[in-house]
């Protein structure tokens, strides 16, 4: 049974930093497409960043660009999201995602398994 479990979420005040991990199970992930997308209450799921399957290629949402980075470990079967400089509009329930085509993808909607979400609030 494939498993995707997010960590490292909590409360931080404006200006701190957080890292998010995502431990994947069930599968080898190696070749999938990974992503972390963020959602608010009553609002749509929105694009994070993602990371091609060897990691040579990142992209990311203006909105957390220069601030965000993300990563992955093959061989641990994890992917990260390095949260610096964090923001009151950071507040979101974070998700992390795969995506069995190894090409970038930025729509929710492509991504083929979800883990169930940490939360991250940043205080002002």
């Known amino acids: 049974q494939v498993q995707l479990v997010e960590s490292g979420g909590g409360l931080v005040q404006a200006g701190g930093s957080l890292r998010l991990s995502c431990a994947a199970s069930?599968?080898?992930?190696?070749?999938?497409?990974m992503g972390w997308f963020r959602q608010a209450p009553g609002k749509e799921r929105e694009f994070v960043a993602c990371?091609?399957?060897?990691?040579?290629?990142?992209y990311y949402a203006d909105s957390v660009k220069g601030r965000f980075t993300i990563s992955r470990d093959n061989a641990k079967n994890t992917w990260y999201l390095q949260m610096n400089s964090l923001k009151p509009e950071d507040t979101d329930l974070y998700y992390c995602a795969a995506d069995r085509d190894p090409r970038i993808e930025i729509a929710a909607g492509r991504y083929d398994y979800w883990g169930q979400g940490t939360q991250v609030t940043v205080s002002s």
């Open positions: 990371i091609s399957w060897n990691g040579a290629i990142t």
């Open positions: 069930g599968r080898t992930f190696s070749r999938y497409t």
